[in-house]
């Protein structure tokens, strides 16, 4: 597994981005999607040569990190391409993971399967199954319902 990015909650979507600018040198990658089954907005920031960022803002009460942004937000997953998703899973179940949500096709950009899960010391870990990974962040698109 190889790290791919890391996710930040966000309050407010466009002082973020202004912030990660003007204070890390972060540009935007992408323009902001939708994604309407996990009810966040989401945009990638990039950096050569450093980690690219996930800026994901809640899209309602509803959102699963809508309390997380209401609590300041901050420093939400660490997210790691995997080959396989759910061999992988299984793996990491056996070893103590806790899932939090099984993988579903589309449940994240461009049809990618993604899980969610906590890993020990605080950690939570998403994972994306490389086969279904859309390629370039720059490519990605809505999620359609
Ligand atoms: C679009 C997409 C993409 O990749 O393309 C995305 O980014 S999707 C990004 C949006 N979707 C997701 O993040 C889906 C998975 N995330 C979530 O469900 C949530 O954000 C949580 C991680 C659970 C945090 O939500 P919230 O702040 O409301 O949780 P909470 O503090 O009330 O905690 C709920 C339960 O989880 C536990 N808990 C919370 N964070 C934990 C952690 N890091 N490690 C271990 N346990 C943890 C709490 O102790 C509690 O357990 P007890 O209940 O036992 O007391």
Excluded at 73 to 86: M, S
Excluded at 133 to 138: M, P, Y
């Amino acid at each position: 597994m190889k790290i791919d990015h890391v996710g930040i909650v966000v309050g407010s979507m466009a002082k973020a981005i202004d912030q990660w600018q003007t204070y890390f040198g972060y540009r935007q990658a992408t323009e902001p999607v939708l994604n309407t089954r996990q009810k966040v907005v989401v945009v990638f920031l990039e950096k050569p040569g450093s980690l690219p960022v996930k800026l994901v803002e809640p899209t309602g009460p509803d959102s699963p990190v809508a309390a997380f942004a209401r609590r300041g937000g901050g420093l939400h997953h660490l997210c790691f391409l995997c080959d396989e998703l759910e061999p992988e899973l299984d793996r990491l179940k056996q070893a103590g993971a806790r899932v939090l949500t099984e993988p579903q096709p589309g449940e994240a950009f461009a049809n990618e399967k993604i899980a969610f899960l906590f890993a020990g010391q605080g950690l939570n870990i998403e994972l994306i199954d490389t086969l279904t990974r859309a390629g370039r962040i720059g490519s990605q698109r809505p999620v359609e319902d």
